[in-house]
T-cell receptor
């Protein structure tokens, strides 16, 4: 069982829809990262969270430390948002654990 | 372009051969990570360096794998006697900071295919 669980594994949406991707983890962490990976492999860091909520453009990330849960929201989705979104948790021992990713396809 | 480069981008090798990958991090970043990613999975941690010191290695990093970061600048990852199970994307990331909670900047990866 992966220490970091993401849902859904695959998500197809129509352009303009509001999208939510969820991430749950099993033990206490020092921080949680949301990453975006495009075809070809390049990974870009979207957010780093240790508490609360962050917003960047159409992207919003939240974390609930007590419930060990984080969500990534995309408002007004666009086909260029199509990518794999990966949740990663950082432990105090500097180890990182990654979820398997959520493959998002936004159709025009 | 995140500022982290990796070379080569693709490598095809025959089983039993040795391969070496290079990562050039963002120049002022003191931490450098290596990850491995297989198809359909998230990256898996392999090892990381704080400047030139290799501080942690995953149990995934068998004796056939070795990594170096001379002078705390670029890093190399060598795989000896490659096996088909080594086929994966090898990712490098760097960060400015002393904890894994700092933002990491990823390179484009080196895709290894072992035939």
């Amino acid at each position: 069982k992966n220490e970091v669980e993401q849902s859904p594994q695959n998500l197809t949406a129509q352009e303009g829809e509001f999208i939510t991707i969820n991430c749950s983890y099993s033990v206490g962490i020092s921080a949680l990262h949301w990453l975006q990976q495009h075809p070809g492999g390049g990974i870009v860091s979207l957010f780093m969270l240790s508490s609360g909520k962050k917003k960047h453009g159409r992207l919003i990330a939240t974390i609930n430390i007590q419930e060990k849960h984080s969500s990534l929201h995309i408002t007004a989705s666009h086909p260029r948002d199509s990518a794999v979104y990966i949740c990663a948790v950082a432990y105090n021992n500097n180890d990182m654990r990654f979820g398997a990713g959520t493959r998002l396809t936004v159709k025009p | 372009d995140t500022g982290v480069s990796q070379d080569p981008r693709h490598k095809i090798t025959k089983r039993g051969q040795n391969v070496t990958f290079r990562c050039d991090p963002i120049s002022e970043h003191n931490r450098l990570y290596w990850y491995r990613q297989t198809l359909g999975q998230g990256p898996e941690f392999l090892t990381y360096f704080q400047n030139e010191a290799q501080l942690e290695k995953s149990r995934l990093l068998s004796d056939r794998f070795s990594a170096e970061r001379p002078k705390g600048s670029f890093s190399t990852l060598e795989i000896q006697r490659t096996e088909q199970g080594d086929s994966a994307m090898y990712l490098c990331a760097s960060s400015l900071g002393y904890r894994a909670s700092y933002e990491q900047y990823f390179g484009p990866g080196t895709r290894l295919t072992v035939t």
